[in-house]
């Protein structure tokens, strides 16, 4: 197994290309399964995620051909309707196969994904919606059985919270129904935005696309064509960059993002003290000398992303005075605090609020990644930890970010990727 060592306290300088959003990318390759065409991805992430969803769609039949950053997807010899348990308990997002297999093909299984280490993390409203659109669903020996054998209809769906896959899930699965659906509540990442773009540009009309209230216009079956495209920045990559360069007190330049998509990032930065220019693909981040403390509470976008609370807690240990951070979304996603802990941080934790004391000096020693987020806050505090940091169990990190370690010591971090 691999791990990050990082010799810490060091300022950065350069400049980083940012990849290929991860969490675009996965709904834009499910959505392949609604085209009669090859389709060509471009600027795709070298990430474990995508390869796994790509292992998911050639078992069920379809040719994947990589190259670089680009990908060609056929889905016109896809047979399998069934996403087995060995893939979809290594990635959630697995149930993204559901909307657009059900709906080409009228019957789908997937794999229950279960619990993750960031909470329950159920599936109820996918299922809940489906149904509403005609889908029969059962659930038996661990799997969920969808039929819907004369297809699905468009009705008014009225999601109790906002679900980020659970609506690029029925945005795919109304593409092809028969008549309009309505999604009221509906989540508004740029993620879901793109997918929505993508859609439209490919004879599925939709309205509200940006907005919490979207109307899909389903084709009633028919296939669509799909022209090349290209993923939009990974607005999570880039934000954990900045809290690179605001820890190690560094300017630095990210390149391939758009700041238009970090607004809560770059609000909560600026309001500990750094500031930024950028132009319409680029964003320089210039640091604060001292950095001040910050009040956090995650929500969805345009809300401060729980995607990004980790890295800002790994912040605020270096901020000067009492930081507090509220997680609104999932109740199990302060894995990481227990590891910073060890590395010196004074951080407690009440329920979902987390306090944090600081500054404080922090130290190098053994830490190990619980999830994703988690992974890339333990590299942030090791690179302004005294001494070396190892960090353990990086396969979550490698499952969502693209080139790490190359990317930081790009910009003149002390990091290596070794084997256990
Ligand atoms: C997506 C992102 C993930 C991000 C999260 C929140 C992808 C691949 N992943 O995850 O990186 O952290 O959005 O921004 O895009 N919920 C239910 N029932 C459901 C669905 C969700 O109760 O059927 C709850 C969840 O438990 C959670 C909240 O709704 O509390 C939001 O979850 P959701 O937006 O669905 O997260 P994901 O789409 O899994």
Not at 321 to 341: A, C, D, K, Y
Request: charged share 20%; hydrophobic share 40%.
């Amino acid at each position: 197994m691999d791990y990050l060592q990082a010799q810490g306290v060091k300022s950065l300088n350069g400049t980083i290309k940012i990849s290929g959003a991860k969490n675009a990318s996965l709904p834009l390759i499910a959505m392949t399964i609604l085209a009669k065409n090859c389709v060509v991805i471009k600027n795709l992430p070298n990430v474990v995620d995508i390869k796994t969803l790509l292992k998911l769609l050639s078992n069920l039949g379809a040719k994947c051909d990589s190259k670089d950053d680009c990908i060609t997807v056929d889905t016109s010899t896809l047979t399998q309707t069934k996403a087995t348990y060995d893939i979809v308990k290594t990635m959630r997002a697995s149930i993204l196969v559901l909307g657009p297999i059900l709906t080409r093909f009228g019957h789908c299984e997937v794999s229950l994904p279960g619990g993750c280490a960031i909470g329950q993390r159920p599936i109820d409203l996918h299922l809940k919606a489906l149904e509403q659109m005609g889908a029969k669903i059962d659930i038996k020996a661990g799997y969920i059985e969808a039929t819907a054998p004369n297809g699905l209809v468009g009705c008014e769906i009225i999601f109790d919270k906002v679900t980020v896959t659970g609506t690029a899930n029925i945005i795919m699965a109304a593409a092809l129904a028969k008549g309009n659906t309505t999604i009221t509540n509906a989540a508004r990442e740029p993620e879901v935005v793109q997918l929505c773009e993508i859609l439209n540009q490919s004879g599925v009309k939709i309205d509200g696309i940006g907005t919490a209230i979207l109307t899909i216009c389903g084709t009633d079956g028919k296939l669509l064509e799909i022209d090349e495209f290209s993923i939009i920045p990974d607005r999570i990559e880039a934000g954990t960059y900045l809290c690179a360069g605001a820890i190690t007190k560094s300017e630095l330049t990210l390149e391939n993002v758009n700041a238009k998509h970090l607004g809560a990032v770059l609000a909560k930065l600026e309001e500990m003290g750094c500031s930024f220019t950028s132009t319409k693909d680029t964003i320089t981040l210039h640091p604060a000398q001292t950095l001040k403390p910050v009040k956090i509470v995650t929500q969805e976008y345009p809300g401060f992303p729980t995607d990004m609370q980790a890295q800002f807690l790994a912040l605020a240990t270096q901020a000067n005075g009492t930081s507090i951070v509220e997680e609104r979304l999932f109740e199990n996603r302060f894995m990481h605090v227990s590891e910073l802990q060890r590395m010196g941080a004074d951080i407690s934790l009440n329920g979902n609020v987390a306090t944090v004391n600081a500054p404080t000096k922090l130290s190098g020693t053994d830490v190990m990644a619980t999830d994703l987020r988690a992974s890339s806050a333990l590299v942030l505090a090791a690179l302004v930890a005294d001494g070396e940091t190892d960090i353990h169990r990086i396969y979550h990190l490698d499952r969502g970010y693209d080139s790490l370690e190359k990317k930081l010591e790009g910009v003149g971090a002390n990091i290596k990727r070794l084997k256990e």
